[in-house]
């Protein structure tokens, strides 16, 4: 779960343009306008100490590689929306950024209302500290009082399935437990929007077919969904919209059906050239 506070802010009407034509301008929750996000990658690693003392005084060479570039799009409140792309599409990345996880580069983010994420499996945890301390500190940050998380707090054990371990430090549990125990504290926040990354790939058919139905209920009672999958099966069970990365820029944006079905075929392009070249 991602542990850092997310700004809630209003999006002033006047800054935003109306990239796509499934959001109303009165209902936007999460808009992104023109968003750039540029790291510098080292052109050349030294392989001896004497070229690491000589890079060292001229200074290291470095590129720009643009993770995301010119990415705008408007998410309304109540749309469950996917997000799709090979792997290096861009598609952690966008979603760090919505989640206030580093800054843009260029553009702008405006969110509206609180903000729930799933990254990072165990992300905003400390290892350290027992599965109790660390719920209490997360739905805190999330954005609940101390007293709604006393109120919380058994529920979002007893959907995690940890009573018996709740008091263990955080360093002894698996992946999948640490998974469970992020996912009950987001859901248990009452966000106005969920993102997801891909973390229910982890964890037992029992728990994920948990958080499915504990997914599908958010989205029937009208709350913003993100998701982000290699499954494009889970795209189609839950998302009418898909937004399609490739390499940090949207290709497609649109119904999900035929946006999930041009990304496949063109998925399956991708792999038969590379079978024919190799």
């Given amino acids: 779960m991602n542990g850092n506070p997310v700004m809630n802010e209003s999006i002033p009407r006047e800054n935003i343009r109306n990239t796509d034509r499934f959001a109303d301008r009165r209902t936007i929750v999460v808009s992104a306008q023109n968003l750039g996000k540029r790291?510098?990658?080292?052109?050349?690693?030294?392989?001896?100490?004497?070229?690491?003392?000589?890079?060292?005084?001229?200074?290291?060479?470095?590129?720009?590689?643009?993770?995301l570039k010119d990415v705008s799009f408007n998410i309304g409140s109540g749309e469950s929306v996917g997000l799709i792309g090979a792997n290096g599409a861009g598609k952690t990345t966008l979603l760090r950024l919505l989640c206030g996880l580093g800054r843009p580069t260029e553009g702008d983010i405006q969110l509206r209302g609180r903000v729930a994420a799933l990254l990072e499996i165990g992300a905003g945890f400390h290892p350290h500290l027992s599965g109790r301390q660390n719920v209490q500190v997360s739905a805190i940050v999330a954005g609940l009082r101390q007293r709604e998380v006393r109120a919380q707090f058994d529920d979002i054990v007893e959907f995690a399935e940890m009573r018996d371990f709740i008091d263990q430090p955080l360093r002894t549990y698996s992946s999948g437990m640490r998974m469970r125990l992020?996912?009950?504290?987001?859901?248990?926040?009452?966000?106005?929007?969920?993102?997801?990354?891909?973390?229910?790939?982890?964890?037992?058919?029992?728990?994920?077919?948990k958080c499915l139905d504990r997914m599908e209920g958010f989205r029937r009672a009208g709350k913003?969904?993100?998701?982000?999958?290699?499954?494009?099966?889970?795209?189609?069970?839950?998302?009418?919209?898909?937004i399609w990365l490739q390499r940090g820029s949207v290709v497609r944006d649109g119904p999900v059906a035929p946006t999930v079905d041009e990304y496949q075929a063109h998925r399956h392009e991708v792999i038969l050239s590379a079978s024919r070249t190799g």
């Avoid at 790291?39 to 993770?67: C, D, I, K, N």
């Avoid at 248990?188 to 993102?195: T, Y």
């Fill in 39 to 67: 790291y510098w990658l080292q052109q050349t690693v030294p392989s001896t100490f004497q070229q690491t003392l000589v890079e060292m005084v001229r200074g290291v060479r470095s590129a720009p590689f643009w993770a």
């Fill in 182 to 209: 992020a996912f009950s504290v987001a859901i248990h926040v009452d966000p106005s929007v969920l993102i997801v990354d891909e973390v229910l790939a982890v964890g037992d058919a029992h728990f994920q077919e």
């Fill in 224 to 242: 913003t969904l993100l998701i982000a999958s290699h499954s494009t099966e889970t795209i189609r069970a839950f998302c009418t919209r898909a």
